[in-house]
């Protein structure tokens, strides 16, 4: 049974795992310390265009949102999200366990706007209530939509007049900046917001994100707070190789992609058999509307998560792709999707 459920049913790429071997008797400091971690980050400093940034390798996602919201805010200040953000929804109140509130924002795409922030803060007013002091979004969102670059100057702008601290989840990062639709760079995010991360876990790495600190007043004593959290790795040099390898050419960019070409083939094969989307995504999230009927019969050959109920006979899929997906992996679904439709 093939899967869509997610970009990380895949260990890591060939070279990664190679790399990992060769290094595994070499002795190094610990702690990301390593001559690895160093190449690697000062790799990313290249791509990112500036070399003041301050950059930490994180283990996985949750982990990083809840050191970095923890460290960034005072107790009584919270974060803003999308009612789709992850650590409103995924993340098991890990945000809330540090003692800071996510104030969720309705929106129908997952993107936040101005528009969208300001009652927010036009209704916490004084000391009896939290004081918003962080807005989060994902790029791409929780359903796949991206951000261009003028909502993601707007939104900066906003942002730094309103004294807020502007933080980018980029758990799917290389996907949104390898879309056909993006118009953004790497060094583009290194300009416009406070603190960013670039996930690797679900981009060919076997774990690991590495977060981007831009704003030099977020970054005295971090490391002390990677460490009360439980995520400074020992052999912090796991992480290192790994992003050593997917920075030192194109291999990040190339990865992410695969994952777009073949979401994308998904998205051509599903509309040519006639079906429509609950939204439009154009990264490595694809949601269809299915029949349920047909969504049973599928779900006996592929693994993936029913999104939500759309009617009393159709619902919404999720289907992911990765940098591992193969394109006769797609087609094989799409062969299946059109025999079951003919036989509903």
């Not at 999200?81 to 540090?98: C, D, K, M, P, S």
């Amino acid at each position: 049974m093939y899967s869509f459920k997610n970009d990380y049913s895949e260990g890591t790429h060939e070279r990664i795992l190679k790399a990992l071997i060769e290094s595994n008797l070499e002795q190094t400091e610990g702690y990301g310390e390593d001559v690895y971690t160093q190449k690697a980050i000062e790799l990313m400093k290249e791509r990112i265009g500036r070399s003041d940034v301050d950059i930490h390798l994180f283990v996985g996602g949750t982990q990083t949102n809840l050191t970095v919201i923890s460290a960034f805010l005072r107790p009584h200040e919270a974060a803003i999200a999308a009612n789709t953000g992850h650590i409103l929804v995924h993340e098991t109140g890990a945000i809330e366990a540090t003692g800071h509130k996510v104030i969720s924002i309705k929106v129908n795409d997952g993107k936040l706007r101005p528009e969208d922030i300001k009652p927010a803060l036009d209704a916490h007013t004084d000391e009896h209530m939290v004081k918003p002091k962080m807005v989060y979004i994902s790029n791409p969102t929780e359903i796949g939509s991206i951000y261009s670059k003028n909502e993601l100057e707007l939104l900066s702008k906003f942002c730094r007049e309103n004294k807020l601290i502007l933080y980018v989840d980029g758990a799917r990062l290389g996907s949104a900046l390898c879309s056909e639709e993006n118009d953004m760079e790497l060094s583009d995010l290194g300009k416009l917001v406070d603190a960013f991360y670039i996930g690797g876990t679900k981009n060919g790495a076997l774990m690991g994100e590495a977060l981007v600190i831009c704003n030099d007043s977020l970054k005295e004593d971090f490391r002390f707070h990677i460490k009360q959290k439980g995520a400074l790795l020992a052999k912090g040099r796991l992480l290192g190789i790994q992003f050593l390898e997917l920075f030192k050419d194109d291999l990040y960019f190339d990865l992410a992609r695969n994952a777009n070409a073949m979401a994308n083939l998904l998205k051509k094969e599903i509309t040519a058999a006639g079906y429509k989307f609950l939204t439009h995504s154009p990264s490595n999230q694809v949601f269809p509307i299915l029949p349920d009927k047909l969504i049973e019969k599928l779900q006996a050959e592929y693994s993936f998560y029913i999104w939500e109920k759309v009617d009393e006979y159709n619902s919404a899929v999720r289907l992911v792709t990765s940098w591992a997906t193969k394109e006769e992996e797609v087609l094989g679904f799409i062969e299946n999707l059109k025999k079951f439709t003919v036989n509903k």
